[in-house]
């Protein structure tokens, strides 16, 4: 018998834990939506270690893929690869965890989009393949619920001018629509790639009143991600 009650999930007596990937286009408000679910009691919330991504002993080798990806692809994906299993592997210090991303969409959807788009060459392709596969054979990466913020790219263009993240001012609207494709065949057609978990859409093109109101509204869905 499972119950909820403040997010604590409960099955015969016993606390269940129950992980949730947070998965979208670049600025398609995931941060918005961790900060919403943050303030739920016994949910932990683990954002991408961008900081991380900009800053590691000094260099910043998201800068530097987006000045030369054919270059840099392989130094940040193998970094992102490395970060992200780390968050996989993390003792949960809550009931519910809600991650930003995860290593599966880091190799289906970014690694994928700089080997399709020729800007990875073949040989880094195939070492970062290897690496993943033999994580994802090797090592325990559980998830109940991917909830997918699906947006246009053309929103997530807009949103990307406005925050004017440095590193990402080269980003164009073709680089946001050939993530946006590879996030809906993977996610929605399931013509790629292995999907590991149901997944929950939110349509999350609109303003921010809007999203916190279908976040409210999935609120119970969302938490009860395991039954
Ligand atoms: N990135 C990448 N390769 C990955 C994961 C991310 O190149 N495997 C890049 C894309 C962005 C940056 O890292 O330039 C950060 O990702 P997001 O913009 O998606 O993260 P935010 O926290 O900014 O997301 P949001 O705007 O949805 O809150």
Request: proline content about 5%.
């Amino acid at each position: 018998m499972l119950s909820s009650s403040q997010g604590k999930l409960v099955r015969n007596g016993e606390e269940k834990k129950s992980v949730i990937w947070l998965e979208g286009n670049i600025a398609s408000g995931k941060t918005t939506c961790l900060e919403y679910f943050s303030k739920t009691s016994d949910i932990e919330v683990l954002t991408e270690p961008v900081s991380k991504w900009r800053n590691v002993q000094g260099c910043n080798p998201l800068g530097l893929m987006y000045q030369d990806p054919s270059r840099w692809g392989l130094t940040l994906q193998t970094y992102v690869q490395l970060t992200m299993l780390d968050w996989h592997v993390l003792p949960m210090s809550a009931p519910i965890r809600m991650m930003e991303r995860s290593i599966y969409s880091a190799k289906y959807i970014f690694v994928e989009n700089l080997y399709k788009s020729g800007k990875m060459p073949e040989v880094d392709f195939a070492v970062l393949s290897e690496w993943f596969e033999w994580i994802i054979k090797n090592i325990a990466i559980p998830v109940d619920l991917i909830v997918y913020l699906q947006t246009s790219p053309q929103t997530c263009y807009e949103r990307l001018k406005q925050r004017c993240r440095e590193e990402e001012k080269v980003i164009s609207l073709e680089y946001l629509e050939s993530i946006h494709n590879l996030y809906e065949d993977w996610l929605i057609h399931h013509k790629s790639f292995e999907v590991p978990a149901p997944v929950l859409v939110i349509p999350a093109d609109h303003d921010l009143k809007k999203m916190l109101h279908q976040y409210e509204e999935n609120r119970e869905k969302i938490l009860m991600a395991h039954c």
